[in-house]
């Protein structure tokens, strides 16, 4: 999660104005909802001006593009980085696990960027919902790719039941007890790499 860096004396000239304005977004809209966060609160705590707000994102729904967007490719980027990295698929697939445990268990965590940002837009054709569904296609085409490596007979079934997993783990985590839905996804994740046959 995005952390907003300390305030600093005066006024502060472009890009570094609409990257503050991004990271309280980032932080404000995860942790409180997005439309709750009006724009002068974003205003107020990113230390800009009116004028600079509107000059760089011209209108909240910018923003909220931009950030839910941000959290996209965020996390894709760092995803590939860990499957990169990995020794084998199935290692990835832990790895993938062990690092959504980590954030589930660590302070802060409002469950599911993603999902919250569809709660609040129910508009199936709205333009926040389109970068959700694109995250959400991603992120299954990556599991079933890495299931498919390994073997799997039916990887795409078990891509869906993976992310089903994922997503319970992250209602689980957030409004219920996180240790059981982090160890729920765990067992889940070892059936599945379990049912691969080897190549």
């Known amino acids: 999660m995005t952390t907003i860096a300390e305030p600093v004396q005066g006024v502060q000239r472009a890009p570094w104005a ?105 508009d199936p054709s709205h333009p926040v919902r389109a970068i959700v569904t694109q995250h959400r296609d991603w992120q299954s085409e990556l599991i079933s790719g890495l299931l498919s490596e390994i073997g799997h007979p039916m990887a795409g079934d078990a891509a869906d039941e993976f992310v089903l997993a994922i997503d319970g783990a992250h209602v689980g985590g957030y409004a219920g007890d996180p240790i059981a839905a982090t160890t729920a996804l765990q067992r889940t994740t070892d059936r599945i790499i379990g049912e691969a046959i080897p190549a």
């Open 18 to 122: 609409k990257q503050r304005i991004l990271e309280t977004a980032d932080e404000l809209f995860y942790l409180e909802g997005i439309r709750v966060v009006g724009v002068d609160r974003l205003i107020s705590v990113s230390s800009v001006t009116k004028a600079t707000f509107y000059k760089h994102y011209g209108s909240k729904d910018t923003l909220i593009k931009a950030y839910i967007t941000g959290r996209h490719e965020s996390t894709q980027a760092s995803t590939l980085q860990l499957v990169d990295a990995a020794a084998s698929p199935q290692d990835a697939l832990h790895e993938l696990v062990a690092q959504l445990t980590d954030t589930i268990l660590g302070g802060g965590f409002r469950g599911c960027a993603f999902s919250n940002a569809a709660a609040e837009f129910p």
